[in-house]
């Protein structure tokens, strides 16, 4: 579908909480970089209320919106149109007006991709991938992910039945499947890319046994979660045999931009931004 950017608007982030939220930073900087200006603003929505507070923020000029939690499932429903990426997911984290609608995306999985593929240099097809996880933000990024072509995809989530949902939606057209983390541990199988994406790192928890032995030689291990330290998967990942770490720091920005080249109709380079992020984090 054709359609025209707006000249002018306003941009929100959607959450609650939301004043945490690097987005507002992010968009002033991918505009900077491209000679443009954008009105983008970090909005505290009340719960139970993200369609009528968004009906507001049209009326105030809104044209477009980045959605965090906990409001993805209400964004998706919300929207008369949505991308693939979308209806895979179930949610949706991107918004657009549309003439006389709004049309919602799931930027994660591009956004992932992408910091993996051209950030990190790592090419996913034909590689074998592992996903921890099984909640939004997996079916967020695994058609993404199975739109590389891997070998193999497999998914280890705490309640396996939930993993078994999930991949029943691809395996009839992809190579994935879920399994246990016993049955991961006992088949010995061993992964090229390892994808976190539990919250355990919040809690200084770990997905996997502590002996769990899932690297293969050049083996990508990547946590959605960032920080000012490594996370304890990435900790552990190396002691564990990953020759590479990475957290989500590049995530979060690859996803930004592309809201900011649909909405704005220019990609902005990604690099800058997540140099200045990364530098602000690291201790003084």
């Known amino acids: 579908m054709t359609t025209t950017l707006p000249a002018s608007g306003r941009y929100a982030v959607f959450g609650n909480p939301i004043a945490h939220s690097k987005s507002p930073r992010i968009h002033a900087m991918f505009a900077a970089s491209v000679g443009q200006q954008i009105d983008y603003v970090a909005r505290l929505c009340p719960l139970g209320e993200f369609a009528a507070d968004l009906e507001r923020f049209r009326n105030e000029g809104g044209v477009g919106a980045n959605v965090t939690v906990p409001f993805k499932l209400d964004a998706f429903a919300v929207a008369r149109e949505a991308s693939l990426r979308a209806q895979q997911a179930g949610a949706a984290n991107f918004l657009m007006w549309r003439g006389d609608h709004w049309y919602c995306d799931n930027t994660d999985g591009a956004g992932l991709v992408r910091d993996i593929e051209t950030n990190q240099g790592v090419a996913l097809r034909g590689k074998r991938v592992l996903l921890l996880g099984a909640g939004g933000a997996v079916r967020g990024v695994i058609g993404p992910l199975l739109l590389r072509e891997p070998e193999a995809l497999v ?11 999930l991949v029943g939606h691809y395996a009839a057209q992809y190579p994935v499947t879920a399994l246990t983390a016993e049955q991961l541990v006992a088949t010995g199988q061993r992964f090229d890319v390892v994808i976190n994406a539990t919250s355990a790192s919040l809690s200084g928890a770990l997905p996997l046994p502590q002996d769990a032995a899932i690297f293969a030689s050049d ?57 200045q992020l990364r530098a602000e984090l690291l201790p003084s």
Do not use: I
Request: charge should be positive.
């Open 219 to 275: 083996a990508l291990a990547y946590d959605m979660m960032y920080g000012k330290a490594p996370t304890v998967f990435l900790r552990w990942a190396g002691q564990r045999g990953a020759a590479r770490t990475c957290d989500g720091l590049g995530m979060l920005v690859e996803q930004a931009a592309e809201s900011y080249v649909q909405w704005r109709g220019v990609l902005p380079p990604a690099a800058p931004v997540m140099a």
């Open 155 to 165: 998914v280890v989530n705490r309640t396996h039945a939930t993993a078994v949902e």
